[in-house]
């Protein structure tokens, strides 16, 4: 890909990266103040179940971050749309929809059969 056609998908990339910091940024500051709040024994159970979503929303988060570092990677080194698994490029179409995806339909449909 040329440094010009791959523009459209840094941009989309970034700005991914950007909404969920801005997101997880949002929900931690929801959580600061359900935590300033004085608890009763019935809330502590929905805090508590609160906190274990709050938990797995972070780890989802910075799981999609590490996917966009990894495909402005790709990018800074000529191997975006390019597929991991069998080397073939990666429709775009696909990059569209998916821009940090590191593999092709064909393959992503070979891991996910596993």
Not at 51 to 72: F, G, M, W
Not at 86 to 105: M, Q
Request: net charge neutral; charged share 40%.
């Amino acid at each position: 890909m040329t440094i010009q056609s791959l523009k459209p998908f840094k941009t989309k990339l970034f700005g991914q990266r950007r909404e969920i910091f801005n997101r997880l940024k949002r929900l931690d500051d929801g959580w600061q103040e359900l935590s300033l709040h004085d608890i009763e024994k019935e809330e502590e159970a929905q805090k508590d179940e609160l906190s274990e979503l709050y938990n797995q929303l972070d780890l989802r988060e910075k799981q999609e971050i590490d996917e966009i570092d990894k495909a402005l990677d790709r990018m800074n080194v000529g191997k975006y749309g390019v597929c991991e698994r069998c080397g073939k490029d990666i429709s775009p179409e696909r990059l569209k929809v998916l821009p940090a995806t590191p593999h092709c339909v064909k393959c992503s449909g070979r891991l996910t059969a596993k």
